[in-house]
């Protein structure tokens, strides 16, 4: 699903918002992290706290930034990019770090535990990194279409 913005270039044409059309991706891996976070087994669970406070902010807020641009709630102002700058700088580093905290975690139960148990937590590494890269993307294109404003 990608957000197509009115701009004037040219004669009004429509372009592709590559930021915005990262926000469903991003909700969605997000939201497989909460979910394959919360299904496993951590040993240490001020890991699997952190990892799941990063996944749910960000995939509550993500959802809400989505449900505003929908809405037309911006208006094209330039305090909204600043907010989605921000926003997307701040979810990439807390989505970096419960990125390294989970891989930790996993990495910890390789021995002795069930291997059910690492095969989520595996999953849960490998959907979290995805959804760290798609918010750096989106904060790399936020910054620059801030910067241009």
């Known amino acids: 699903m990608w957000l197509i913005e009115q701009h004037s270039l040219g004669a009004g044409s429509p372009r592709l918002a590559l930021p915005g059309g990262l926000l469903p991706p991003g ?29 749910v902010f960000c995939f509550v807020a993500t ?11 911006h208006g094209n102002r330039t305090s909204w990019i600043t907010l989605d700058a921000a926003y997307h700088c701040v ?9 390294v905290l989970e891989a930790l975690a996993a990495i910890q139960l390789q021995d002795g535990f069930l291997y059910k148990y690492y095969h989520e937590n595996i999953s849960a590494v490998v959907f979290s990194y995805v959804a760290t890269l798609l918010y750096v993307v989106h904060a790399v294109f936020s910054l620059i279409r801030w910067k241009s404003s």
């Open 27 to 55: 909700a969605v891996f997000g939201g497989l992290v909460w979910i394959l976070v919360s299904s496993s087994h951590v040993p240490i669970p001020l890991i699997q706290g952190w990892v799941m406070f990063a996944s």
């Open 63 to 73: 959802t809400v930034l989505a449900f505003l641009y929908v809405i037309g709630a």
């Open 91 to 99: 979810a990439s580093l807390f989505y970096f770090g419960a990125s």
